[in-house]
Every structure is written in structure tokens, then in C-alpha cells.
């Protein structure tokens, strides 16, 4: 069984600073690409940023600047560290994964979180 968990979402204040974490836990073998996508209401869920096992990355046009995503391999995390807020960048954010596990062969697939709020508004 894994499971990705994001937290740190929340209110804040455009310009303002959030910093969110996404911890992947089971019986994990590794982990490939992990990334950040968000879902506004009434628009469709988008990428927001990628990141490679080795750390290259992939951004969103629109976060450009703004957001950085990172990983600690040990741990199984991803941050989105996320500057300067703007109220288009509220929405659910969730985070992805291609996690592989093995049993008799290894086997990977895509795995998602719960989805965690932010809130930007004054």
C-alpha cells in the first residue's frame, strides 16, 4: 500500500509565502517524477512543476520565477516552495508520483494525493 500526503496548504496573503510538503510512504521501492498540479473551480487541473529523481525540473509558464520545487530522496518528500502568491494561484494542489514496488516483478505507476487547499486573499 503507498500513500502520498501533502500538507502545508492554507490562507495567505497575496505576496505572501507557503511552503507545501508531500511525504510518499508504503512499501516503496523508488521514485521516479514527482510533481505539483493544481485544479482551480471550473478549470481543469494543470502542472504546475516536475521534478526528475536526479533534479532537473519543469515549470508551468505562470510560476515561472515564483514557485520552486525540490525532493529529498531519503525521505520521500517533494516541496513546493511558492513566493510572492498571487490570487490566480488558489486552488487544490496535489501532488503526483510514479512510484515503483516490488513484488514478483517491479512495477511502476502513478500515484496521487488527497489534495491539499490554498487560499490567496486579503
Known amino acids: 500500500q503507498v500513500q502520498l500526503v501533502e500538507s502545508g496548504g492554507g490562507l495567505v496573503q497575496p505576496g505572501g509565502s507557503l511552503r507545501l510538503s508531500c511525504a510518499a510512504s508504503?512499501?516503496?521501492?523508488?521514485?521516479?517524477?514527482m510533481g505539483w498540479y493544481r485544479q482551480a473551480p471550473g478549470k481543469q487541473r494543470e502542472l504546475v512543476a516536475s521534478?526528475?529523481?536526479?533534479?532537473?525540473?519543469n515549470y508551468a509558464d505562470s510560476v515561472k520565477g515564483r514557485l520552486t520545487i525540490s525532493r529529498d530522496n531519503a525521505k520521500n518528500t517533494a516541496y513546493l516552495q511558492m513566493n510572492s502568491l498571487k490570487p490566480e494561484d488558489a486552488a487544490v494542489y496535489y501532488c503526483?508520483?510514479?512510484?515503483?514496488?516490488?513484488?514478483?516483478?517491479?512495477?511502476?505507476?502513478?500515484?496521487w494525493g488527497q489534495g491539499t487547499q490554498v487560499t490567496v486573499s486579503s
Open positions: 503526483s508520483a510514479r512510484i515503483g514496488i516490488r513484488s514478483n516483478v517491479l512495477v511502476y505507476r502513478d500515484y
Open positions: 508504503g512499501s516503496i521501492f523508488s521514485i521516479n517524477d
Open positions: 521534478i526528475t529523481r536526479d533534479g532537473r525540473t
